[in-house]
Protein backbone atom coordinates (compact mmCIF):
# COMPACT_ATOMS: atom_id res chain seq x y z
CA UNK A 1 0.00 0.00 0.00
CA UNK A 2 3.01 2.72 0.92
CA UNK A 3 4.81 1.85 -2.18
CA UNK A 4 1.75 2.75 -3.86
CA UNK A 5 1.14 5.66 -2.66
CA UNK A 6 4.55 6.56 -3.48
CA UNK A 7 4.07 5.68 -7.21
CA UNK A 8 1.19 7.57 -7.09
CA UNK A 9 2.88 10.85 -5.45
CA UNK A 10 5.53 9.85 -7.77
CA UNK A 11 3.12 10.08 -10.92
CA UNK A 12 1.08 13.73 -9.65
CA UNK A 13 4.46 15.03 -9.12
CA UNK A 14 5.82 13.93 -12.86
CA UNK A 15 2.27 15.05 -14.07
CA UNK A 16 2.50 19.09 -12.67
CA UNK A 17 6.28 19.50 -13.75
CA UNK A 18 5.10 18.32 -16.96
CA UNK A 19 1.83 20.75 -17.10
CA UNK A 20 4.37 23.30 -16.07
CA UNK A 21 7.16 22.60 -18.62
CA UNK A 22 4.31 23.41 -20.97
CA UNK A 23 4.78 26.71 -22.98
CA UNK A 24 2.94 29.83 -22.40
CA UNK A 25 1.10 31.64 -25.11
CA UNK A 26 4.08 33.69 -26.94
CA UNK A 27 3.99 36.87 -26.62
CA UNK A 28 5.28 38.20 -30.46
CA UNK A 29 7.38 40.77 -28.79
CA UNK A 30 9.60 38.55 -27.43
CA UNK A 31 10.81 37.14 -30.56
CA UNK A 32 11.38 39.64 -32.85
CA UNK A 33 12.94 39.50 -36.69
CA UNK A 34 17.15 40.10 -36.19
CA UNK A 35 18.27 43.05 -38.31
CA UNK A 36 22.18 42.96 -39.14
CA UNK A 37 23.28 46.13 -39.08
CA UNK A 38 26.55 47.46 -41.49
CA UNK A 39 29.94 47.19 -40.23
CA UNK A 40 32.56 49.74 -41.38
CA UNK A 41 36.86 50.33 -41.47
CA UNK A 42 38.46 52.91 -39.38
CA UNK A 43 39.79 54.89 -42.42
CA UNK A 44 38.64 58.16 -42.99
CA UNK A 45 38.45 60.06 -45.76
CA UNK A 46 37.48 63.91 -46.04
CA UNK A 47 35.35 65.68 -48.69
CA UNK A 48 38.25 68.68 -48.91
CA UNK A 49 40.79 66.33 -50.28
CA UNK A 50 39.29 66.46 -53.20
CA UNK A 51 38.21 70.27 -53.39
CA UNK A 52 34.67 70.79 -51.76
CA UNK A 53 34.43 74.23 -50.65
CA UNK A 54 31.70 75.21 -47.88
CA UNK A 55 31.04 78.60 -49.24
CA UNK A 56 26.88 77.74 -49.46
CA UNK A 57 27.75 78.89 -53.77
CA UNK A 58 30.57 76.08 -55.02
CA UNK A 59 29.16 72.67 -56.48
CA UNK A 60 30.27 70.38 -54.76
CA UNK A 61 28.72 67.18 -56.84
CA UNK A 62 32.13 66.14 -58.08
CA UNK A 63 34.12 66.36 -55.02
CA UNK A 64 31.72 64.41 -52.97
CA UNK A 65 31.04 61.62 -55.34
CA UNK A 66 34.80 61.58 -55.84
CA UNK A 67 35.31 60.68 -52.28
CA UNK A 68 32.74 57.95 -52.03
CA UNK A 69 33.80 56.11 -54.66
CA UNK A 70 37.64 56.22 -53.83
CA UNK A 71 36.92 54.98 -50.44
CA UNK A 72 34.79 51.72 -51.67
CA UNK A 73 37.28 51.09 -54.01
CA UNK A 74 39.86 50.79 -50.99
CA UNK A 75 37.59 49.31 -49.16
CA UNK A 76 35.46 51.68 -47.23
CA UNK A 77 35.51 53.93 -44.56
CA UNK A 78 33.91 56.65 -43.59
CA UNK A 79 33.39 59.91 -45.60
CA UNK A 80 33.57 62.89 -43.73
CA UNK A 81 31.32 65.75 -44.06
CA UNK A 82 32.90 68.59 -42.35
CA UNK A 83 30.98 71.72 -40.78
CA UNK A 84 30.25 74.12 -42.96
CA UNK A 85 27.00 74.20 -45.78
CA UNK A 86 27.53 72.43 -48.69
CA UNK A 87 25.86 73.34 -51.75
CA UNK A 88 26.07 69.82 -53.91
CA UNK A 89 23.80 67.66 -56.67
CA UNK A 90 22.60 64.15 -56.65
CA UNK A 91 24.96 61.80 -54.56
CA UNK A 92 25.61 58.14 -55.14
CA UNK A 93 26.14 55.81 -51.52
CA UNK A 94 28.25 52.98 -52.31
CA UNK A 95 28.98 49.71 -50.71
CA UNK A 96 31.04 49.87 -47.45
CA UNK A 97 30.98 53.83 -47.56
CA UNK A 98 29.65 55.45 -43.99
CA UNK A 99 28.63 59.02 -45.39
CA UNK A 100 29.14 60.91 -41.87
CA UNK A 101 27.88 64.80 -41.44
CA UNK A 102 30.30 66.70 -38.40
CA UNK A 103 27.99 68.89 -35.83
CA UNK A 104 26.51 72.08 -37.68
CA UNK A 105 27.42 70.13 -41.44
CA UNK A 106 24.36 71.06 -43.83
CA UNK A 107 24.46 69.15 -46.97
CA UNK A 108 22.19 71.71 -49.49
CA UNK A 109 21.11 70.05 -52.11
CA UNK A 110 20.72 72.29 -55.24
CA UNK A 111 17.49 74.46 -56.35
CA UNK A 112 19.06 73.87 -59.94
CA UNK A 113 16.55 71.01 -61.30
CA UNK A 114 19.15 71.18 -64.51
CA UNK A 115 21.45 68.81 -62.16
CA UNK A 116 18.75 66.22 -61.98
CA UNK A 117 18.24 63.79 -64.57
CA UNK A 118 15.95 61.75 -65.81
CA UNK A 119 16.30 58.06 -64.59
CA UNK A 120 14.10 55.10 -64.70
CA UNK A 121 12.56 54.89 -61.23
CA UNK A 122 9.68 53.54 -59.19
CA UNK A 123 6.64 55.92 -57.80
CA UNK A 124 3.96 54.45 -55.84
CA UNK A 125 4.47 51.34 -56.92
CA UNK A 126 4.94 51.38 -60.31
CA UNK A 127 8.24 51.79 -62.51
CA UNK A 128 7.99 55.13 -63.94
CA UNK A 129 10.67 58.13 -65.02
CA UNK A 130 11.69 60.61 -61.99
CA UNK A 131 14.06 63.06 -61.63
CA UNK A 132 17.52 61.15 -60.02
CA UNK A 133 17.07 61.76 -56.22
CA UNK A 134 19.74 63.51 -54.61
CA UNK A 135 20.65 60.64 -52.40
CA UNK A 136 20.61 57.11 -54.33
CA UNK A 137 21.96 53.76 -54.47
CA UNK A 138 21.21 50.56 -56.68
CA UNK A 139 22.67 47.23 -55.74
CA UNK A 140 24.95 48.63 -52.94
CA UNK A 141 25.62 47.13 -49.65
CA UNK A 142 27.09 47.75 -45.64
CA UNK A 143 26.15 51.77 -46.25
CA UNK A 144 25.37 54.08 -44.59
CA UNK A 145 24.38 57.93 -43.50
CA UNK A 146 25.26 59.30 -39.93
CA UNK A 147 26.52 61.98 -37.68
CA UNK A 148 24.49 65.31 -36.24
CA UNK A 149 24.10 67.41 -39.59
CA UNK A 150 21.21 68.26 -41.84
CA UNK A 151 20.58 67.16 -45.26
CA UNK A 152 18.07 69.25 -46.98
CA UNK A 153 16.40 68.41 -50.67
CA UNK A 154 15.43 71.94 -51.43
CA UNK A 155 11.79 70.57 -52.06
CA UNK A 156 10.13 74.24 -52.49
CA UNK A 157 11.20 74.66 -55.72
CA UNK A 158 9.45 71.35 -56.88
CA UNK A 159 6.20 71.26 -54.84
CA UNK A 160 3.02 72.67 -56.19
CA UNK A 161 1.18 73.63 -53.16
CA UNK A 162 -2.65 73.70 -52.10
CA UNK A 163 -4.56 77.18 -51.08
CA UNK A 164 -6.16 75.60 -48.74
CA UNK A 165 -2.73 74.49 -46.85
CA UNK A 166 -1.34 78.02 -46.59
CA UNK A 167 -2.61 81.06 -45.02
CA UNK A 168 -3.48 84.05 -46.70
CA UNK A 169 0.05 85.75 -46.48
CA UNK A 170 2.20 82.52 -47.37
CA UNK A 171 -0.29 81.98 -50.21
CA UNK A 172 0.54 85.71 -51.60
CA UNK A 173 3.94 85.07 -51.25
CA UNK A 174 3.89 81.86 -53.07
CA UNK A 175 2.04 83.75 -56.34
CA UNK A 176 4.60 86.25 -55.66
CA UNK A 177 7.40 84.31 -56.14
CA UNK A 178 6.29 83.05 -59.96
CA UNK A 179 5.16 80.21 -61.15
CA UNK A 180 1.52 79.24 -62.50
CA UNK A 181 -1.91 78.64 -60.21
CA UNK A 182 -5.16 76.50 -61.78
CA UNK A 183 -8.27 78.01 -63.26
CA UNK A 184 -9.52 77.48 -59.85
CA UNK A 185 -7.11 79.71 -58.24
CA UNK A 186 -6.09 76.59 -55.76
CA UNK A 187 -3.14 74.80 -56.80
CA UNK A 188 0.21 76.82 -57.29
CA UNK A 189 2.45 75.62 -59.34
CA UNK A 190 6.54 76.46 -59.61
CA UNK A 191 6.83 75.96 -63.02
CA UNK A 192 5.10 75.32 -66.94
CA UNK A 193 6.13 72.13 -66.63
CA UNK A 194 4.92 71.33 -63.19
CA UNK A 195 1.84 72.31 -65.01
CA UNK A 196 1.48 70.25 -67.60
CA UNK A 197 2.55 67.06 -66.14
CA UNK A 198 -0.32 67.86 -63.62
CA UNK A 199 -3.03 68.18 -66.01
CA UNK A 200 -1.95 64.40 -67.15
CA UNK A 201 -2.71 61.20 -66.09
CA UNK A 202 0.62 58.91 -64.86
CA UNK A 203 2.71 60.91 -67.07
CA UNK A 204 5.85 59.44 -65.55
CA UNK A 205 4.36 55.63 -66.84
CA UNK A 206 7.39 54.11 -68.96
CA UNK A 207 5.35 53.88 -71.78
CA UNK A 208 6.57 52.75 -75.41
CA UNK A 209 5.35 55.90 -76.99
CA UNK A 210 6.85 58.20 -75.22
CA UNK A 211 9.77 60.30 -76.02
CA UNK A 212 12.76 61.14 -74.59
CA UNK A 213 11.31 65.12 -75.70
CA UNK A 214 7.73 63.79 -73.93
CA UNK A 215 9.32 63.18 -70.65
CA UNK A 216 11.23 66.46 -70.63
CA UNK A 217 8.32 68.60 -71.02
CA UNK A 218 6.68 67.17 -67.98
CA UNK A 219 10.27 67.20 -66.07
CA UNK A 220 9.67 69.55 -63.29
CA UNK A 221 6.39 67.45 -62.42
CA UNK A 222 8.71 64.30 -61.66
CA UNK A 223 9.66 64.96 -58.20
CA UNK A 224 12.33 63.02 -56.93
CA UNK A 225 12.32 61.58 -52.91
CA UNK A 226 15.08 62.61 -51.12
CA UNK A 227 16.72 59.31 -50.47
CA UNK A 228 16.01 55.73 -52.44
CA UNK A 229 17.91 53.14 -51.84
CA UNK A 230 17.40 50.62 -54.17
CA UNK A 231 17.66 46.70 -53.67
CA UNK A 232 20.63 47.51 -51.45
CA UNK A 233 21.70 45.08 -48.26
CA UNK A 234 23.03 46.34 -44.47
CA UNK A 235 22.16 49.77 -44.19
CA UNK A 236 22.25 52.16 -41.49
CA UNK A 237 20.77 55.93 -41.49
CA UNK A 238 21.45 57.46 -37.60
CA UNK A 239 21.19 60.38 -36.01
CA UNK A 240 20.99 62.76 -38.72
CA UNK A 241 18.25 65.33 -39.87
CA UNK A 242 16.77 64.49 -43.09
CA UNK A 243 14.33 67.53 -44.37
CA UNK A 244 12.66 69.38 -46.71
CA UNK A 245 12.42 66.91 -49.54
CA UNK A 246 10.63 66.58 -53.08
CA UNK A 247 8.15 63.96 -52.23
CA UNK A 248 8.94 60.81 -50.29
CA UNK A 249 11.60 61.36 -47.58
CA UNK A 250 12.96 58.23 -47.01
CA UNK A 251 12.53 55.20 -50.07
CA UNK A 252 14.47 52.01 -49.18
CA UNK A 253 12.84 49.65 -52.08
CA UNK A 254 13.61 45.92 -52.10
CA UNK A 255 16.17 46.15 -49.45
CA UNK A 256 17.04 44.45 -46.31
CA UNK A 257 18.64 44.61 -43.03
CA UNK A 258 17.97 48.37 -42.37
CA UNK A 259 18.11 49.86 -39.34
CA UNK A 260 17.00 53.80 -38.92
CA UNK A 261 17.97 54.84 -35.54
CA UNK A 262 17.71 58.31 -33.86
CA UNK A 263 16.92 60.16 -37.00
CA UNK A 264 14.33 63.53 -37.44
CA UNK A 265 12.51 63.29 -41.00
CA UNK A 266 10.85 66.55 -41.98
CA UNK A 267 8.70 68.63 -44.29
CA UNK A 268 6.12 71.58 -44.23
CA UNK A 269 2.30 70.63 -43.50
CA UNK A 270 1.88 71.77 -47.11
CA UNK A 271 4.49 69.21 -48.27
CA UNK A 272 2.42 67.39 -50.94
CA UNK A 273 3.51 63.83 -51.18
CA UNK A 274 5.74 64.48 -48.06
CA UNK A 275 5.89 61.23 -46.33
CA UNK A 276 8.82 60.17 -43.55
CA UNK A 277 9.63 57.18 -44.71
CA UNK A 278 7.87 54.63 -47.06
CA UNK A 279 9.18 50.87 -46.82
CA UNK A 280 8.20 49.41 -50.00
CA UNK A 281 9.08 45.50 -50.10
CA UNK A 282 11.71 45.56 -47.82
CA UNK A 283 12.91 42.63 -45.28
CA UNK A 284 14.74 43.00 -41.44
CA UNK A 285 13.94 46.46 -40.48
CA UNK A 286 14.17 48.29 -37.65
CA UNK A 287 13.20 52.28 -36.79
CA UNK A 288 13.98 53.30 -33.45
CA UNK A 289 14.38 56.57 -30.93
CA UNK A 290 12.90 58.86 -34.41
CA UNK A 291 10.80 61.43 -35.42
CA UNK A 292 8.73 62.57 -37.80
CA UNK A 293 6.85 65.96 -38.72
CA UNK A 294 5.65 65.64 -42.61
CA UNK A 295 3.54 66.57 -44.83
CA UNK A 296 2.05 63.13 -45.58
CA UNK A 297 2.09 59.42 -44.38
CA UNK A 298 4.43 59.64 -41.09
CA UNK A 299 6.16 55.81 -40.86
CA UNK A 300 4.50 53.75 -43.87
CA UNK A 301 4.86 50.06 -44.91
CA UNK A 302 4.04 49.77 -49.04
CA UNK A 303 4.53 46.82 -51.16
CA UNK A 304 3.77 47.57 -54.95
CA UNK A 305 0.55 49.07 -56.91
CA UNK A 306 -1.79 46.59 -58.59
CA UNK A 307 -0.83 44.20 -60.98
CA UNK A 308 2.91 45.22 -61.15
CA UNK A 309 3.28 44.73 -57.14
CA UNK A 310 1.66 41.74 -57.27
CA UNK A 311 3.94 40.60 -60.41
CA UNK A 312 6.90 41.83 -58.05
CA UNK A 313 5.10 39.49 -55.33
CA UNK A 314 7.73 40.94 -52.40
CA UNK A 315 5.69 41.74 -49.43
CA UNK A 316 7.44 44.24 -46.70
CA UNK A 317 8.39 41.75 -43.74
CA UNK A 318 9.68 41.42 -40.55
CA UNK A 319 9.50 45.30 -39.58
CA UNK A 320 10.37 46.45 -35.79
CA UNK A 321 9.00 50.21 -35.31
CA UNK A 322 9.77 51.22 -31.57
CA UNK A 323 10.54 54.44 -29.33
CA UNK A 324 9.63 56.84 -32.03
CA UNK A 325 7.21 59.73 -32.41
CA UNK A 326 5.02 61.24 -34.86
CA UNK A 327 3.98 64.69 -34.88
CA UNK A 328 2.09 66.34 -38.11
CA UNK A 329 1.37 63.08 -40.13
CA UNK A 330 -1.68 62.13 -42.77
CA UNK A 331 -1.02 58.68 -40.07
CA UNK A 332 1.19 58.14 -37.66
CA UNK A 333 1.68 54.36 -38.43
CA UNK A 334 0.23 53.23 -41.96
CA UNK A 335 0.08 50.12 -44.39
CA UNK A 336 -1.12 50.77 -47.74
CA UNK A 337 -2.52 51.86 -49.78
CA UNK A 338 0.27 50.42 -52.48
CA UNK A 339 0.26 47.06 -50.61
CA UNK A 340 -0.20 44.82 -53.34
CA UNK A 341 3.21 42.67 -52.67
CA UNK A 342 1.36 42.25 -48.79
CA UNK A 343 2.93 42.87 -45.50
CA UNK A 344 3.66 40.40 -42.33
CA UNK A 345 5.49 40.31 -39.09
CA UNK A 346 5.20 43.88 -38.45
CA UNK A 347 5.95 45.06 -34.39
CA UNK A 348 5.09 48.63 -33.85
CA UNK A 349 5.33 49.42 -29.86
CA UNK A 350 6.15 52.30 -27.20
CA UNK A 351 5.40 55.19 -29.93
CA UNK A 352 3.77 58.41 -29.31
CA UNK A 353 1.75 60.50 -32.26
CA UNK A 354 0.81 64.08 -31.67
CA UNK A 355 -1.47 65.74 -34.01
CA UNK A 356 -1.58 63.30 -36.64
CA UNK A 357 -4.75 63.25 -38.89
CA UNK A 358 -4.81 59.81 -38.14
CA UNK A 359 -2.90 57.41 -35.97
CA UNK A 360 -2.93 53.73 -36.32
CA UNK A 361 -3.94 54.01 -40.68
CA UNK A 362 -4.28 50.58 -42.85
CA UNK A 363 -5.67 51.95 -46.19
CA UNK A 364 -6.61 50.09 -49.57
CA UNK A 365 -9.10 49.51 -52.26
CA UNK A 366 -10.32 47.29 -55.09
CA UNK A 367 -7.67 46.52 -57.56
CA UNK A 368 -4.55 46.44 -54.99
CA UNK A 369 -4.74 42.56 -54.32
CA UNK A 370 -2.42 41.22 -51.61
CA UNK A 371 -2.57 40.38 -48.17
CA UNK A 372 -1.55 42.40 -44.94
CA UNK A 373 -1.53 39.93 -42.21
CA UNK A 374 0.31 38.84 -38.76
CA UNK A 375 0.32 43.08 -37.31
CA UNK A 376 0.98 43.85 -33.77
CA UNK A 377 0.92 47.21 -32.37
CA UNK A 378 1.08 47.68 -28.76
CA UNK A 379 2.02 50.49 -26.23
CA UNK A 380 0.91 53.50 -28.51
CA UNK A 381 -0.24 56.73 -27.04
CA UNK A 382 -2.02 59.49 -29.55
CA UNK A 383 -3.02 63.19 -28.67
CA UNK A 384 -5.39 65.10 -30.50
CA UNK A 385 -5.90 63.22 -33.45
CA UNK A 386 -7.72 65.44 -35.96
CA UNK A 387 -9.62 62.08 -37.14
CA UNK A 388 -9.84 58.54 -36.34
CA UNK A 389 -7.60 56.99 -34.09
CA UNK A 390 -7.33 54.00 -35.60
CA UNK A 391 -8.81 53.08 -38.84
CA UNK A 392 -9.36 50.45 -41.59
CA UNK A 393 -10.55 51.21 -44.69
CA UNK A 394 -10.72 49.48 -48.18
CA UNK A 395 -11.83 52.31 -49.75
CA UNK A 396 -9.22 54.57 -50.38
CA UNK A 397 -9.68 57.31 -52.85
CA UNK A 398 -5.84 59.10 -52.57
CA UNK A 399 -7.26 61.93 -50.89
CA UNK A 400 -6.45 63.80 -48.15
CA UNK A 401 -7.87 61.87 -45.00
CA UNK A 402 -9.24 65.04 -43.54
CA UNK A 403 -11.69 67.20 -45.49
CA UNK A 404 -10.18 70.38 -46.74
CA UNK A 405 -12.51 73.77 -46.46
CA UNK A 406 -14.99 73.83 -48.82
CA UNK A 407 -14.35 70.62 -49.71
CA UNK A 408 -17.10 68.13 -51.05
CA UNK A 409 -16.53 64.37 -50.91
CA UNK A 410 -19.12 61.52 -52.01
CA UNK A 411 -19.34 58.27 -49.94
CA UNK A 412 -18.31 55.56 -51.78
CA UNK A 413 -21.05 53.15 -53.77
CA UNK A 414 -21.28 50.35 -51.83
CA UNK A 415 -22.09 47.40 -54.25
CA UNK A 416 -21.08 43.54 -53.87
CA UNK A 417 -18.31 42.22 -56.74
CA UNK A 418 -16.71 38.71 -57.41
CA UNK A 419 -13.68 37.84 -55.10
CA UNK A 420 -10.53 38.20 -57.40
CA UNK A 421 -6.64 38.35 -57.14
CA UNK A 422 -7.56 42.45 -56.83
CA UNK A 423 -9.25 41.52 -54.14
CA UNK A 424 -6.91 43.35 -51.20
CA UNK A 425 -7.22 40.84 -47.43
CA UNK A 426 -6.37 42.54 -44.24
CA UNK A 427 -6.17 40.00 -41.45
CA UNK A 428 -4.77 38.85 -37.89
CA UNK A 429 -4.01 42.31 -36.48
CA UNK A 430 -3.19 42.67 -32.59
CA UNK A 431 -3.70 46.15 -31.21
CA UNK A 432 -3.11 46.72 -27.13
CA UNK A 433 -2.54 49.17 -24.57
CA UNK A 434 -3.85 52.46 -26.64
CA UNK A 435 -4.17 55.44 -25.09
CA UNK A 436 -6.05 58.32 -27.06
CA UNK A 437 -6.89 61.92 -25.71
CA UNK A 438 -8.77 63.27 -28.19
CA UNK A 439 -10.09 62.16 -31.86
CA UNK A 440 -12.59 62.98 -34.30
CA UNK A 441 -13.55 59.17 -33.76
CA UNK A 442 -11.93 55.92 -31.56
CA UNK A 443 -12.20 52.77 -34.36
CA UNK A 444 -13.73 53.23 -37.78
CA UNK A 445 -13.01 49.47 -39.92
CA UNK A 446 -14.98 49.51 -42.89
CA UNK A 447 -14.31 45.96 -45.32
CA UNK A 448 -15.82 45.10 -48.56
CA UNK A 449 -19.13 43.53 -48.78
CA UNK A 450 -17.59 40.58 -51.03
CA UNK A 451 -14.27 39.96 -48.08
CA UNK A 452 -14.88 41.34 -44.93
CA UNK A 453 -11.89 42.86 -42.67
CA UNK A 454 -11.22 39.73 -40.20
CA UNK A 455 -9.51 38.59 -37.24
CA UNK A 456 -8.86 42.16 -35.22
CA UNK A 457 -7.81 42.02 -31.45
CA UNK A 458 -8.47 44.58 -29.52
CA UNK A 459 -6.77 44.91 -25.80
CA UNK A 460 -6.92 47.69 -23.68
CA UNK A 461 -7.74 50.49 -25.06
CA UNK A 462 -8.87 54.23 -23.36
CA UNK A 463 -10.19 56.40 -26.26
CA UNK A 464 -11.04 59.88 -25.66
CA UNK A 465 -13.33 61.23 -28.93
CA UNK A 466 -16.50 62.66 -30.63
CA UNK A 467 -17.39 59.62 -31.45
CA UNK A 468 -17.20 55.86 -30.98
CA UNK A 469 -16.65 52.93 -32.78
CA UNK A 470 -17.87 52.04 -36.41
CA UNK A 471 -17.10 48.90 -37.82
CA UNK A 472 -18.94 47.89 -41.47
CA UNK A 473 -18.14 44.63 -43.24
CA UNK A 474 -16.14 43.26 -40.83
CA UNK A 475 -15.90 39.55 -38.95
CA UNK A 476 -14.41 37.84 -36.26
CA UNK A 477 -13.35 41.26 -34.14
CA UNK A 478 -12.42 40.87 -30.75
CA UNK A 479 -13.31 44.40 -28.18
CA UNK A 480 -11.90 43.62 -24.92
CA UNK A 481 -10.92 45.98 -21.82
CA UNK A 482 -12.55 49.09 -24.10
CA UNK A 483 -12.99 52.08 -22.57
CA UNK A 484 -14.60 54.92 -24.95
CA UNK A 485 -14.86 58.52 -23.69
CA UNK A 486 -17.20 60.04 -26.02
CA UNK A 487 -19.24 63.17 -26.80
CA UNK A 488 -21.71 61.67 -29.20
CA UNK A 489 -22.88 58.70 -27.54
CA UNK A 490 -25.72 57.10 -29.06
CA UNK A 491 -24.50 54.41 -29.45
CA UNK A 492 -20.86 54.45 -28.63
CA UNK A 493 -20.54 51.07 -31.12
CA UNK A 494 -22.54 51.00 -34.43
CA UNK A 495 -22.80 48.20 -36.16
CA UNK A 496 -23.54 47.31 -40.06
CA UNK A 497 -22.74 43.46 -41.84
CA UNK A 498 -20.12 42.53 -38.64
CA UNK A 499 -19.81 39.07 -38.19
CA UNK A 500 -18.93 37.62 -34.55
CA UNK A 501 -17.81 40.57 -32.86
CA UNK A 502 -17.62 40.08 -29.31
CA UNK A 503 -17.14 42.56 -26.00
CA UNK A 504 -15.20 41.43 -23.38
CA UNK A 505 -14.72 43.70 -19.82
CA UNK A 506 -15.98 46.46 -21.31
CA UNK A 507 -15.20 49.47 -18.82
CA UNK A 508 -18.41 50.34 -16.55
CA UNK A 509 -19.38 53.70 -18.76
CA UNK A 510 -18.81 52.09 -22.08
CA UNK A 511 -20.96 49.25 -20.87
CA UNK A 512 -23.31 51.36 -19.35
CA UNK A 513 -23.76 53.42 -23.05
CA UNK A 514 -24.47 49.91 -25.05
CA UNK A 515 -27.66 49.71 -22.83
CA UNK A 516 -29.03 53.50 -22.69
Known amino acids: MNNFRLIFASLIISLAITVN???KETDPFNHLPVVKEP???NDTLSILKYGAVNDGVTLNTIPINQAIAASSKNGGGVVLIPEGMWLTGPIELKSNVNLHLQKNALLQFTKDLNQYKLVEGNWEGVAQMRNQSPIWANDEENIAI???GIIDGAGDVWRMVKKDKLTESQWKARIASGGLVNEEKKIWYPSEKTFKGAAMKDPGLITPNKSAAFYDSIKDFLRP????LNNCKRILLEGVIFQNSPAWNLHPLLCSDLTVRNVYVKNPRYAQNGDGIDIESCKNVLIEGSTFDVGDDGICIKSGRDAA???????TENVIIRNSTVYHAHGGFVIGSEMSGGAKNIYITDCTFIGTDIGLRFKTTRGRGGIVEGIYARNINMKDI???AILFDMYYAAVDPIVLSGEKRVAPQIKVVPVTEETPIFRDFHISNIVCDGASKAI???GLPELSISDIYFNHLTIKSKEGIDLQEAKNIQLNHINLIVEQSKPPIRIQNGNNVSYK???PATRSLLIK
Open 225 to 228: NLLV
Open 21 to 23: AQP
Open 39 to 41: VFK
Open 505 to 507: NLD
Open 309 to 315: GRKRGIP
Open 146 to 148: TGY
Open 444 to 446: FIR
Open 386 to 388: VGE
